[in-house]
């Protein structure tokens, strides 16, 4: 009975550790790509890249709230997942604002300029999906991680599209049509994260 014991607490921490790490690594690229994205979108002037870098902002601000709470309770993690939902709804709010200031004042993005950084920033999302892809059905701390990875991944690849429409059409609505379907995808995620953030806070322990 004490081995079994023993060895279920050893399981449990090198779970642990293993989430801390993924964590880190994903924590760590999310606020590299904030930095790129952010420069990227002034020098081109891109609604759709200050979008996307805004939510790597979020995301890994939600990272780091995620390793904070990494073998707490049910309900502390789900008030964090809580708070989480609070971020993805602050960035579509900060979305929302830059499509008016954007509708307020036209102009055409450097394409080539959003297509670079958005194919850099897919390329670290889809590496960071990769690595929290065994624990997108785990407790709501780290599935609410994945789901805000889960998105960086739709994003890039809307990024691209945004920049392919931008050199096509040598216009800016293409750029301001994919910032609205991201300030859509935001409000969409916002919603799942705050659903399961509840069940889990009114199912969990103290």
Not at 50 to 63: E, F, H, I, Q, R
Not at 66 to 95: E, H, M, P, Q
Not at 132 to 154: H, I, Q, T
Not at 155 to 162: C, D, F, K, S
């Amino acid at each position: 009975m004490t081995d079994t014991c023993c060895a279920t607490t050893i399981d449990i921490a090198a779970l642990q550790a293993r989430q801390r790490r993924v964590l880190m690594i994903v924590l760590a690229t999310n606020l590299a790509t904030f930095v790129m994205m952010l420069s990227a979108a002034i020098y081109s002037g891109s609604s759709s890249l200050l979008s996307g870098g805004l939510d790597n902002l979020g995301d890994a601000l939600t990272y780091l709230l995620s390793l904070a709470v990494i073998g707490a309770s049910d309900r502390a993690k789900a008030r964090v997942a809580l708070f989480k939902g609070a971020l993805i709804l602050g960035a579509a709010l900060a979305v929302a604002i830059q499509i008016g200031w954007r509708l307020l004042h036209p102009g055409v993005p450097i394409f080539e300029a959003i297509g670079i950084a958005a194919l850099l920033n897919l390329v670290a999302n889809a590496a960071c999906l990769r690595l929290l892809l065994p624990y997108r059905k785990g407790d709501v701390n780290m599935a609410s991680a994945w789901e805000c990875s889960r998105n960086d991944v739709f994003e890039g690849i809307a990024v691209l599209a945004a920049a392919a429409g931008v050199g096509l059409f040598s216009a800016g609505w293409p750029d301001l049509l994919v910032a609205s379907a991201l300030l859509l995808m935001f409000l969409r995620s916002a919603w799942r994260v705050f659903r399961m953030a509840w069940c889990s806070y009114t199912n969990g322990d103290g």
